[in-house]
Structures are given as C-alpha cells and as structure tokens.
C-alpha cells in the first residue's frame, strides 16, 4: 500500500474544509494518501497554493512506477563512491533522495540520515541527488553526517528519469530488490513504505492502479472536464464508498467546482445515512452552506448533530465556539446557542471540571442571545464546578463581568 500524503486536506482544498482531519479511521488507505496527487489536481482547480517545490523543467517522460528502474546520470559524485542500480539488482533495495539547496529541499536531511543508519542493517541503500553543480553540492554537505553516496544532477538527467511533472522536491523513490520502481513520494512517509516493502506487504499493483486514476483525474482536472472527474471519483467510490478521501474530493467537487452545493449535501446525505455517527461528515456539510452563503440551512444540519451528538458535550461546544466566532455578517447566534444548551443538558459528563467548561460557554452563549441575567446564573454555576481548577479565575472573572453587566443595565435608563 502505498503512502504518498504530500500535503494537508486544507491546503490543497480550501480554509472551509480545515475541520476535516485524518484521524482514527480505520481505512488504511485514508490514512496513506493514496489519492494525494487527486489533491494536487484539485489544488489548481481550486486556486489554492502548493508548498513543496515544483520539479525542475522536464525534458524526458519520467519512468512508470512498476517499471525497471533507470540506471542514474549525474554529473558527479560528491560524497561516497559511485552506486550503479544494476549493480544492486537481486542484492538491495535502493532509496533514491532528491534534493535542492534550499529550506525546503534540505529539511528532511536529518530524518533521511537517521533512516539511512537504521536500514542500512536491512540491506537498504540510500542514494541523495542534489540538483545543483559539484562544487555547490560539496560545500553544502561538508558540514554534514550523511551515511550515503550523494550525486550532483545540475545537468537533470537523473531528476527527469525519475520525478514526473506532479512531483515535488524533496522527493524519496524506493528501488525493489528485483530493479522495479516501486514508489516516489515525500520523505516524511519514506519509513512505513519501506517497512511495507521489506515486509513484502507492499502492494505494487494497486500502487499502479492508484496513480493511473490519479493520472487520469488530473488530466480532466487540467482541461477542466468536471464530470469526467465526477464519473472517475464515483467508480473508486463504487469500491470504497465511506473512503473519507474520496468523500472529500467528490463534496469539493460538486460544491466548489461545479457550483452545484444540493448535489454535495444531497451525496453527503447518502453517506451519513450509512456512517451516522461520523461527524466529519456532518461538518462536510455545514462547510458546504457556508461556502455556499446558505446559512438558513445550517439549522437542521445542526440539528442532526445534536440528535446524533448529544452524548458528547465537548463536542457540540466546539462547534458552537467556531460559530460564535464568526463574522457578523454570517454569524448565526441560534445555532450557537442550540448546541450550547445541548451540551449544558448533556445526559453526563466526564467531571467537573468538564462540566464546568460546558457550563461556562453556555453561559457566553446566554450573554450573547441577550439574557445577561441568566447568563450569570450559570457562570456562577460553572465557578463552583471549576473551583480548585486552573480555569477558576477565569470562570470568576465571568461572573463579575456578567454581574456588571447587568448593573450597568439597570442604571441606563
């Protein structure tokens, strides 16, 4: 299985998606990334900025993964002698390292070399390329403990057999022990590729499946061929239908790109009717009405999180946080103050200090529903709860500011 999750969900997909995190699934392939160059489509679809450094300009179509891997061109050797692939070939595995002289290609130096030293044991061997001349490369590394061979490739002969155009630097690609190619990707996820190798659990044809439907939606992506990609995202999701990435990318599609926000809660709904108890789901489709501009809507989706949610206080209160805390334009007190009471009549909390922050943000969202009277009751509440906690003095200070409040009210005539 391949791991290729070259940048975070909100980057590639917008701020509004930002809620919606990776966590505690158990799709192992949500978690891998397998879909990250499908990301890296919908970033240009949708405008938003690519952090890694693009590849250097491709002159020669890059190697397939699954094919024999290219024997190396450089310039020069910088450090360590000359490693040829067909040389390792039936012997070792082979770890080739792309980098630039630059922050963000030299940023994983330190992980790449700890990774070195820890399989090398395991007959790994690992390979950094800098892209840039000889003498640049020498002088940036004098000063540094690397436990392998590296390369200077100013002239990008190795760099345009490997990296494809939707690569970026730094870039870590993996050499089976028969000469295959079996993966390119970040080095942040170099570690559990090469367990998955070693172990012989990595699964090379559906790494090539994978990249063929990536290829293939980011060829639509380019030319703006929406309802291919639409058609495309479907057959996976005929496969893996609750797939959380491709969930995301489907939502993202039918509301951003194709402007269609009923078709995206109306898909959304499908799938919460077979994961009711998945809140990224929900939070999907609250994203989708504010993006939209459809906040009359927002209450009956908030509504079926309480309904769903109601056991879990915390929760609830932090969705009304994030709604108190919007502009005033789209600010939306109701719901706020609804999930605030939902979670204030939870059925139990953990203890009382949580019961007292529960407390204490249902008494903001009185104060902000205009009920400073009650507002104070229930902070008064929230201090007892609190007492002998780190949050008391904060949850006193509450209780004088609603206090004054409510004095200065009585004296304005």
């Given at each position: 299985m391949g791991h290729d999750c070259e940048r975070t969900f909100s980057a590639l997909c917008g701020v509004h998606f930002q809620m919606v995190q990776f966590t505690g699934e158990k799709n192992e392939m949500m978690k891998s990334g397998k879909f990250a160059a499908v990301f890296a489509a919908f970033a240009l679809g949708l405008g938003s900025a690519v952090h890694a450094a693009p590849p250097p300009q491709q002159q020669t179509v890059a190697a397939a993964t699954g094919s024999v891997a290219p024997e190396l061109d450089v310039a020069a050797w910088a450090q360590g002698g000359e490693v040829r692939l067909s040389e390792l070939k039936g012997k070792k595995y082979a770890v080739l390292f792309f980098w630039t002289i630059s922050k963000q290609g030299t940023e994983n130096f330190a992980d790449v070399a700890k990774l070195a030293?820890?399989?090398?044991k395991k007959d790994v061997v690992f390979i950094g390329i800098g892209i840039d001349s000889a003498d640049a490369v020498k002088n940036f590394i004098r000063l540094k403990e690397l436990p392998f061979s590296v390369a200077a490739d100013d002239k990008l002969a190795s760099v345009n057999l490997y990296m494809r155009e939707r690569d970026r630097v730094p870039m870590a690609a993996v050499i089976g022990r028969d000469g295959l190619l079996y993966w390119r990707g970040q080095p942040q996820v170099l570690k559990p590729v090469l367990d998955e190798v070693l172990s012989g659990k990595f699964d090379l044809k559906g790494r090539i499946e994978r990249e063929n439907f990536s290829q293939s939606v980011m060829d639509a992506m380019k030319i703006k061929d929406y309802p291919t990609v639409l058609k495309l995202l479907d057959a996976e999701l005929g496969i893996y239908p609750d797939n959380m990435e491709l969930v995301s990318l489907k939502v993202r599609l039918l509301a951003s790109l194709m402007n269609k926000p009923e078709a995206a809660t109306a898909f959304l709904d499908e799938v919460i009717a077979r994961q009711p108890k998945n809140l990224k789901f929900y939070q999907m489709a609250v994203a989708v009405l504010k993006e939209a501009d459809r906040f009359n809507e927002l209450g009956a989706w908030f509504?079926?999180?309480?309904?769903?949610?109601?056991?879990?206080?915390?929760t609830l209160v932090k969705l009304a946080q994030e709604e108190m805390n919007q502009p005033v334009g789209e600010l939306r007190l109701e719901n706020a103050f609804k999930l605030c009471r939902a979670a204030y009549q939870a059925p139990k909390f953990k203890d009382n200090r949580e019961k007292g922050f529960i407390f204490g943000e249902y008494a903001r969202s009185l104060y902000y529903c205009g009920r400073p009277e009650k507002a104070l009751e229930v902070s008064k509440e929230a201090m007892v709860l609190l007492k002998d906690t780190?949050?008391?003095e904060k949850?006193?200070?509450y209780v004088i500011f609603y206090n004054t409040v409510l004095s200065l009210g009585r004296q304005i005539k």
């Open positions: 030293k820890e399989y090398e509504d079926r999180i309480i309904a769903n949610f109601g056991d879990q206080p915390v780190p949050e008391f949850a006193k200070s």
